[in-house]
């Protein structure tokens, strides 16, 4: 199978502080990953599109500035939720697809951010 | 963008009933899958269907791609099946979700 691995899984933070969110693909190589938020009781929305070794492309309505996104490697992106906000929790899932080819998304078991 | 569109919002079953859930597309797609999200968020891929009929255990789907239409079939429900049912759609390689099907299974 594919397997992305997403940490932590839950994570608590003061307000005004960083939080670093990692998705990893443990089994196969992405050229593309994604990074969702999703607030209670609704559906996910697509947040930016990471591209190994280039600049994220970032959805409207979504600040650069504050969701950090790197995509070093072609098994890793990072999301950094900067000086964080009670109104920035949420949850947060990444998703990629194979390098190889195909269409097929891949999902993280998502990230619970909670900012006190 | 693809829009998605789900029905019904919600759904109440019996347990061992059948049920059908729709996902509409606005466009034509390169990727369409289904999910089903558990209670502790996670989303649990069912099927990678952009078209034809698959068949996995007492779930099956099918996609008709040049009507715009998908649905997932699920029979002889079962408690566990409740949860948030979610259908996404990509006409490259960025999914649109649907607004979800809340299923509840009671006994």
């Known amino acids: 199978g594919a397997v992305v691995s997403q940490h932590p899984s839950r994570v608590i933070c003061k307000s005004g502080t960083s939080v670093k969110i990692e998705c990893r693909s443990l089994d196969f190589q992405a050229t593309t990953m994604f990074w969702y938020r999703q607030f209670p009781k609704q559906s996910l929305m697509l947040m930016a599109t990471?591209?190994?070794?280039?600049?994220?492309?970032?959805e409207q309505g979504v600040e650069k500035d504050k969701f950090l996104i790197n995509h070093a490697s072609l098994t890793l992106s990072t999301l950094t939720v900067t000086s964080a906000h009670p109104e920035d929790s949420s949850f947060y899932i990444c998703?990629?697809?194979?390098?190889?080819?195909?269409?097929?998304?891949?999902f993280g078991q998502g990230t619970r951010l909670t900012v006190v | 963008g693809i829009q998605v569109e789900q029905s019904p919002p919600d759904l109440i079953l019996q347990e061992g009933a059948n049920s059908t859930l729709r996902c509409n597309f606005s466009d034509s797609v390169n990727n369409l899958q289904w999910f089903h999200q558990n209670p502790w968020g996670q989303l649990i891929n069912l099927f990678y269907i952009p078209s034809g009929t698959k068949q996995n255990g007492r779930l099956s789907a099918t996609t008709v791609a040049t009507e715009r239409y998908s649905l997932l079939y699920i029979s002889s429900s079962q408690t566990t099946d409740s949860g948030v049912y979610f259908c996404a759609a990509a006409g490259s390689y960025q999914l649109t979700f649907g607004k979800g099907t809340k299923l509840s299974v009671i006994p």
């Open positions: 998703s990629a697809i194979r390098r190889t080819g195909g269409t097929e998304a891949f």
């Open positions: 990471s591209n190994e070794g280039s600049k994220a492309t970032y």
